[in-house]
């Protein structure tokens, strides 16, 4: 099976990224699909995957199901019911109506609610509103769900730096281990330096292989976002390989412009707000309880006649009327109901104001891991650059008699420790834009939807 996946996700999830409303017509459940480990792996696709299969988008997705299913059933108060209902009897002449041993009767009822003091009405809205609120809690997911597959793909390719630095510190070592020998056989250097290269290189085995344990924790974790099944056993010991690198492409967040659109674009605050109008909603629909009902009914009945056996019946006819109930004293539980939708929208409106402060806070944290974050991604570049010709220098000293092998070797933990710095600090820089873009509510930066294509090609 080819490692595919859909237009990078279904149409409703297509026009939610893109910033159009979407529909609650969600795929419905079907079996956890398996996939074969793909040959290669790119962010993008990946990024496509994870929507699609992603198992909290799933779920999110099934909520927004079980929640259009509610206002379909809230819905159907306001349009007309029909009802059929009947009776077949047969009893003994003693006890039947004018001596009849059988009686039947049918009817069909059409009923139609016209006034219930905007309680129907109220209730249809406020259901629609959680509709919505489904809806932005499905952007929310997909939003956190992406960014944890971004930052988890960045994973993946920062533990691969990491084996490339610590291979070539390695490969360096084992240089000047070769050189040192050299030099003791033609009896210029003492033994022990070939013994303290010996141990330079011996400790330099520890980074590495904790570096390619790192790698394939971090292949686990970025399997687990992608909601990636295998269930071939010949496929289960496959690791694709993963193109891309950590780049270092300046950005820049305006503080308080990230702070207007993440009061205006987050999901999870916007959310908030349509379950207080749904709220609001609830507390009319409570105070439909002091005001009467007005309904209008009608009905065709068949009934069997006094002598006579036919079927349906020898008396048929309609009925029309209206229908109205007042519960004029209730014990005061409308009132009670009222108390509780009233404090129920005190609790909504709380909530919303808590987050709103909780999202300032988030920007305002974003903003400033950024800021750090590209402040050591730009020292990064100068370090490695530095400790370079640091270590050039060394070597030509040592060579030239001037320098210890020390020096050398001094030199070469500090181009190690840079080149490993700088591989943190890109990782931590393009993490840090992925938050922050999050952060202010904006939708990943996937590449367009109408491309769908296997990396490995």
Known sequence: MKFISSSCASLGLALLLNGIPLTAQVDAGKPDPTYSVPAALDLPYALAFAL??????????????????????????????????????????????????RYWSFSITAKQTLYSGGGVSAQVRGQQLNLDASILTLQAVINDALLEVRTRFYTVLVNRERIKVQEQNTELLQRQLQDVKNRYEAGTVSNF????????????????????????????????????????????????????TLEFTPASFDLRTALVAAREQRPDLLRLKKLAQAAEEGVTARRAGYLPSVA??????????????NFPGDRDGWTFGLSSAWNIF????TSGRVAQARSLLAQAKLFVEEAQLSVDVDVRRA????????????????????ATEALRLANARYNAGTATQLDVLTSQVDLTTARLNQVQAYYSYNVAVATTRKAMGLADELRPTGESRDPAK
């Open 193 to 244: 330096e070939v013994l303290r290269s010996e141990v330079a290189l011996a400790n330099a085995q520890t980074p590495l292989i904790t570096a390619r344990n790192d790698y394939r924790l971090a292949i686990e974790e970025l399997r687990r976002s992608l909601g990636l099944v295998t269930a071939a056993e010949n496929d289960l010991a496959n690791v694709p390989e993963f193109q891309g």
């Open 367 to 386: 903003i400033s891991t950024f800021q750090q974050a590209n402040e050591l991604a730009e020292a990064s570049k100068k370090v490695v650059e530095q």
């Open 330 to 333: 209730d014990g005061q539980a």
């Open 296 to 309: 209008l009914f009608g009905a065709y009945d068949w009934r069997k006649t006094a002598g006579s056996n």
């Open 52 to 101: 699609d299969n992603n198992f909290a988008i799933r779920q999110a997705k099934e909520r927004i199901r079980q929640q259009d299913g509610v206002v379909l059933e809230v819905r159907s108060t306001q349009i007309p019911t029909v009802a059929a209902g009947g009776s077949l009897q047969r009893n003994d002449t003693s006890v039947g109506p004018t001596g009849e041993d």
